[in-house]
């Protein structure tokens, strides 16, 4: 069984002008969240879905936000992304995947420089953070790799593991390595750790969408040990944190 989600809250409103941008490598601090990285509402019915996503692509007029799939998957009306500066945006969901829990959102474009997706996938005893808006309180926390699971036996090991504890509400929030770069997108924990898709299945999901991006990921995945080997058993349980 796949594991768990988050979710997370902000307040809707206009779209106004957005500050200088920042760079993809900025320190990542718990009092100051990383520019790149936005709250997400979804309308659901008779109630209010949130969650969070990372900048990781900006062409022409438009944004490219990624996120988890059940974040927004029970839309039925608008959503929006909110980016810690100011910056609002109406987003559309142009591609899904159920199965790594995955979501490219388009938006407009914002003043503010996106994050890279990682060359590498995170080793074991690597150090890795994970970043979120939780139920209203954005927060970074740092622990290490540990391992790889699949979401189902007949899939490969691309779901990173790392030993500290996402919150309630971080669902869609990035996985971070040293260099400031996308290493995963978190979406489910127990027990003391956190899983998401690593950052090469990420890239790959996004190949069609963003091909720049996508052609490196899509080669990472097909040369990476990781991605080719297979698990005995798909990933474990752990808590659904779904907030609404």
């Not at 997706?117 to 622990?143: D, F, H, S």
């Not at 790799?145 to 309630?168: G, H, I, N, S, W």
């Amino acid at each position: 069984m796949a594991p768990s989600t988050f979710t997370t809250a902000f307040p809707s409103g206009k779209t106004v002008p957005q500050p200088q941008p920042m760079g993809a490598g900025v320190r990542l601090r718990s009092d100051r969240p990383h520019p790149a990285v936005a709250r997400i509402v979804v309308p659901e019915q008779g109630a209010t879905a949130y969650g969070s996503g990372t900048l990781i692509d900006v062409r022409d007029n438009f944004g490219l936000v990624i996120t988890n799939w059940h974040v927004v998957r029970d839309a039925t009306g608008t959503i929006e992304v909110l980016f810690p500066g100011g910056f609002t945006s109406k987003a559309r969901a142009l591609k899904v995947d159920a199965d790594w829990d995955l979501a490219a959102l388009v938006i407009w474009r914002p003043s503010i420089e996106p994050v890279s997706i990682a060359a590498a996938a995170p080793q074991p005893g690597e150090l890795l953070t994970i970043c979120g808006y939780g139920q209203g309180n954005y927060r970074c926390a740092t622990g290490r790799c540990t391992k790889y699971y699949a979401p189902r036996l007949d899939f490969p090991r691309q779901m990173v593991e790392l030993d500290v504890e996402a919150r309630q509400g971080d669902s869609g929030g990035p996985i971070f390595n040293r260099r400031g770069e996308l290493a995963g997108v978190l979406f489910g924990a127990g027990q003391g750790t956190t899983l998401g898709s690593f950052g090469g299945r990420v890239g790959a999901f996004l190949a069609t969408l963003a091909p720049d991006i996508g052609r490196a990921e899509e080669s990472l995945v097909a040369e990476e040990g990781v991605a080719e080997e297979r698990v005995e058993e798909p990933a474990r349980q752990v808590a659904t944190l779904r907030d609404r």
